[in-house]
């Protein structure tokens, strides 16, 4: 039972415009969600993150969007940039923070076209 | 700079032969997390470490074990490695340092794993 789904494996966009990564959970509990890019033979790297108490954060040309009576998170980069390019994965945190234990979902390959 | 280190970074090993994975951190994190990637997947945790406390995952297979001898080390143990379990390895760490609280996992750059 996958409780965190990235339903579009991946998805292509030109330099320039915005890319919209979206995410779907099924678990209430979740209290913390974040957004990592992964780059090929390296480990993810934190990229920004929501608490469940807000809707929304931005950092820079990345926001992220929380819809909780959706269930749903969408990551937006605004403007897209070919260095943009990865595989983009959100995760869900339970429990405690510190201790809090992190589900994944199975990730979204962003390409950025020059 | 501060950061999670894995070594080897690939690793190869025969079927049946146990194998030891490494992780360092220089974050004085509290928290340390080894996580199983297979091709295509999601990462999936396989325990954590909360100081010297080792917790499960209820689905981890008894061929994982772990160990962490100090604050900036953990190991992963595969007493009997087979086909399946050839994947990305990676190490993630989290907690408290320096009084400050992080919410956020820091990952290194994982030991991919191939079984023969």
């Known amino acids: 039972d996958q409780q965190v789904k990235q339903n579009s494996p991946s998805l292509s966009v030109q330099e320039g415009r915005i890319s919209i990564l979206n995410c779907d959970y099924t678990?209430?509990?979740?209290?913390?969600f974040l957004w990592y890019k992964k780059y090929p033979a390296e480990g993810p790297t934190f990229l920004i993150s929501?608490?469940?108490?807000?809707d929304k954060n931005e950092d820079g040309r990345f926001t992220v969007f929380l819809n909780k009576s959706a269930k749903h998170l969408s990551l937006h980069i605004v403007p897209s940039q070919p260095g943009d390019s990865a595989v983009y994965f959100c995760?869900?945190?339970?429990?405690?923070?510190?201790?809090?234990?992190?589900?994944f979902g199975q990730g979204t390959t962003l390409q950025v076209k020059p | 700079d501060a950061m999670v280190i894995q070594n080897p970074r690939y690793q190869v090993t025969q079927f049946g032969k146990p194998v030891t994975l490494s992780c360092s951190q220089t974050?004085?994190?509290?928290?340390m997390y080894w996580y199983q990637q297979k091709s295509s997947q999601a990462p999936k945790l396989l325990f954590h470490?909360?100081?010297?406390?080792?917790?499960n995952e209820a689905d981890t297979p008894d061929n994982f074990q772990s160990r962490r001898p100090n604050t900036s080390f953990c190991f992963l143990d595969i007493r009997s490695p087979g086909l399946g379990d050839a994947a990305m390895y990676l190490c993630?760490?989290?907690?408290?340092?320096?009084?400050?609280?992080?919410?956020?996992?820091?990952f290194g750059p994982g030991t991919r794993l191939t079984v023969l």
């Open positions: 993630a760490t989290s907690g408290e340092a320096g009084g400050l609280t992080t919410d956020t996992q820091y």
């Open positions: 678990n209430s509990m979740f209290d913390y």
């Open positions: 929501i608490s469940s108490i807000k």
């Open positions: 995760a869900a945190r339970y429990g405690s923070s510190n201790t809090g234990k992190l589900i």
């Open positions: 974050l004085n994190h509290n928290v």
């Open positions: 470490y909360y100081d010297k406390d080792f917790n």
